[in-house]
């Protein structure tokens, strides 16, 4: 049985905003935290609301062989794959969250439930393309840029140890479904505060 637990994943967000006072970087890392169990649970029609995204996110991505581009709906469209075949499904080791006016950095090793044959068709050794991997890389750099309005512009993903990064065979009985995952997250899906640009002051960074 593996020692995972999904409800962990955002320790180091929940860590962080005990101790961060600043009312915009809270809501910052309270809307990085909502969007993160929101994908998990495969709810992703919800991190495109409004007050959560801009209108044509821009992805990029160094992760898992995947070197790509991704570009409003289609952002959508992968979040809606992931969430339709289990891979939405992702773990975190040791994690350090960092937040500023407009943006939030993440450095941690990650765990990502990925099908077999979708790492066989990245180029990765699988024995089994019906079978569900943990993807493990380690020290996964993330950089979440954010508008004024505290809605969510792009994420920049980038793996600098992808050459040590391994795959870990499930047990069937360890891998966890997106339906799963949105019930044990369920409680602690919170919803955002309204933002308050009077509250919170204008960002200090351009």
């Known amino acids: 049985m593996i020692a995972h637990d999904v409800r962990r994943t955002n320790d180091a967000i929940d860590r962080l ?38 209108d044509s996110p821009v992805y990029h991505f160094d992760y898992a062989k995947m070197n790509a581009r991704v570009v409003g709906n289609d952002v959508k469209g992968l979040y809606a794959h992931w969430g339709q075949t289990n891979q939405t499904i992702f ?4 994690e350090q969250v960092a937040v500023a006016d407009n943006y939030i950095a993440s450095v941690g090793d990650i765990f990502q439930q990925r099908l077999g044959a979708e790492l066989a068709t990245a180029g990765f050794q699988v024995d089994d393309p019906k079978a569900y991997y943990l993807y493990y890389s380690r020290g996964v750099q993330q950089i979440w840029p954010y508008d004024d309005q505290c809605r969510l512009v792009g994420e920049d993903v980038w793996e600098p140890r992808a050459h040590e990064a391994t795959i870990i065979k499930l047990d069937p009985a360890d891998v966890l479904s997106t339906v799963r995952a949105a019930e044990l997250l369920a409680p602690l899906i919170k919803p955002l505060p309204k933002f308050d640009p009077a509250a919170m002051g204008p960002a200090r960074v351009r």
């Open 17 to 54: 905003l005990e101790a961060t006072t600043n009312p915009r970087h809270r809501f910052l890392l309270q809307a990085f935290h909502r969007h993160r169990f929101l994908e998990i649970a495969g709810r992703y029609e919800e991190i495109f609301a409004p007050e959560m995204m801009c």
């Open 91 to 94: 773990y975190a080791g040791t």
